[in-house]
Each structure stands twice: as C-alpha cells, then as structure tokens.
C-alpha cells in the first residue's frame, strides 16, 4: 500500500512537469483501436465536473474532487453463431483531480479499488494487482473467474499532471464466444494496457 502511494506521487510530481493539462487529455485519449477492440464511434466523449465525486470503500462512502472527466467506450468485435457482432469491452473514465486534495484523494481510490476487490466472487490475487507496461503502472484488481455478473476488472492508471484514468472491463455473461476463458480475457486486458500504455508513452512529451 505504502509503496503503491509512493510510485503514484512520484510519478504525478515527475510528470506533471513535462507536459500540459489539455495535451495530456488530448493524449489519454488518443488510442483508437487494437485489433478486434475498437473505440466506438462516434467517439463519445463527454466533459463533466463533479464536486464531491463518491466512491464506496470497505469503511464506506468518501468523496473525491473532480475538476473534469472524459468518457471513451471500447467495443470487443465477435462472432456469435456465425453473426458479426460487438460488445462493450472496457470504459474509461479519465478523470483531472484538484491538485490541492491530490494525495489524500489518491488514498481514497486505492481504497475504492479495495472495495472493488471484496465484490469479486473470486479474485485474482491475494492483494491489489499492479501490472507494468511502458513504464506505466497499472494498479487494480480482476477477477479469476467469469462466473463474475459485474465488471472482470476495475484498474486505475496516475499518469501524472493530476489526472486518473479509470479502466472498468465489462463482463458479459451469457453470450457465447465472447471470452472463451478466464486466460483469454486477461490476454485481452493486458493486450489493451501494453497498447494504452505505448500510445500514451509517445504523446506524453
């Protein structure tokens, strides 16, 4: 925990300073698709503002200060029973916070993301997951089985200059062929981070 929260504020004070605030949006939200998972088109992105955003943690609910928030869909393109077809793959939610509450609102989502753990029926690993990919540091949880009704996986990146970016990878239980296996969707997940985080790797300069 104590070095998780290490990595995230060293890696928004070292960021932070190299790049600005509308090009870091523009950047994160720059990936457009990846093989069978594609941005939905349009491209739907929305701002909004939220003072005192909640957030449910195993102690219950606190709040976060949002300065400005982007939305972007991705969809996974299958066939299912020879029929083309797609389904919401993972949602982004790239979130600008207020500078000044930063740390302790950092805090909050690493307990969030806690939160998010207990609701998995069988979770991946003992603690938070942290994934590596271009420098980049993914932390959150998934699941290790999709016998899961909500969310495979919730995972947050701080990619500095007070942002967060909220990744929630949809489950679709039920429909055939669109994860085989546990394996198949993790390959998927971590395919996305590796080229989220080498997209975001060249624009964040």
């Known amino acids: 925990m104590k070095l998780i929260f290490r990595l995230i504020v060293i890696c928004n004070l070292l ?21 069978k998972v594609k ?3 349009p491209d739907n992105t929305s701002s909004d503002t939220h003072t005192g955003y909640p957030l449910q ?3 219950g609910e606190v709040k976060i200060s949002i300065l ?9 393109k299958f066939r299912d029973e020879g029929e083309r077809t ?15 509450s930063f740390s302790g609102d950092s805090l909050k989502i690493i307990e969030y993301l806690k939160y998010e753990r207990s609701r998995l029926k069988q979770p ?10 271009n420098g980049f540091k993914f932390i959150g949880t998934s699941s290790a089985t999709l016998k899961q009704e909500n ?11 007070n942002y967060v970016v909220f990744f929630d990878f949809s489950n679709n239980p039920g ?12 390959s998927r997940r971590n395919d996305f981070f590796a080229a989220y985080s080498n997209q975001i790797k060249k624009c964040l300069k």
């Open 57 to 59: 943690t195993l102690n």
């Open 151 to 161: 969310d495979l996986a919730t995972f947050v990146l701080f990619p500095g200059n």
């Open 68 to 76: 400005e928030e982007y939305l972007k869909f991705y969809e996974l």
């Open 39 to 41: 941005a939905r088109k």
């Open 175 to 186: 429909i055939k062929n669109y994860y085989n296996t546990i394996d198949e969707f993790r």
């Open 86 to 100: 797609s389904r919401l793959f993972v949602s982004l939610f790239i979130r600008t916070l207020d500078a000044g």
């Open 124 to 133: 991946e690993s003992a603690d938070l997951t942290v994934i590596d990919y």
């Open 15 to 35: 960021c932070s300073a190299a790049y600005s605030q509308n090009s870091t949006q523009k950047c994160l939200l720059s990936l457009k698709n990846l093989g």
